[in-house]
């Protein structure tokens, strides 16, 4: 069983910064990819960035140049590092993975999700 859990969301005003964190714990035997994606009340679920097992990461457009992702591998853990925030950037944050447990197989996971809200 693997869990992801995340932290460090809050509410904060426009240009201001939040970390967040997700840590994966449970029967890990490799972690493919850990990254962000967002919700929006009314919206679908987007993308925000990733990082792969190699160090690569990837942003969407509305957040390159202020957002930072980085993992900090032997916690098995992801941050997200969110500068110059802005009332859109406000969502739920979810993190995920593509987990290999002891078995072998790979799994797609999602963390509990965390409310990031930007006052203008």
């Known amino acids: 069983q693997v869990q992801l859990v995340e932290s460090g969301g809050g509410l904060v005003q426009a240009g201001g910064s939040l970390r967040l964190s997700c840590a994966a714990s449970?029967?890990?035997?490799?972690?493919?990819?850990m990254g962000w994606y967002r919700q929006a009340p009314g919206k679908q679920r987007e993308y925000v960035a990733t990082?792969?097992?190699?160090?690569?990461?990837n942003y969407v457009d509305s957040v390159k140049g202020r957002f930072d992702i980085s993992r900090d591998n032997a916690k098995n853990t992801v941050f997200l590092q969110m500068n110059s925030l802005k009332p859109e950037d406000t969502a739920v944050y979810y993190c995920?993975?593509?987990?290999?447990?002891?078995?072998?197989?790979?799994?797609?996971?999602w963390g509990q999700g965390t409310q990031v809200t930007v006052s203008s």
């Open positions: 995920n993975a593509v987990i290999t447990s002891s078995n072998g197989v790979p799994r797609n996971y």
């Open positions: 449970g029967s890990i035997f490799r972690i493919n990819y």
């Open positions: 990082m792969t097992s190699g160090g690569s990461p």
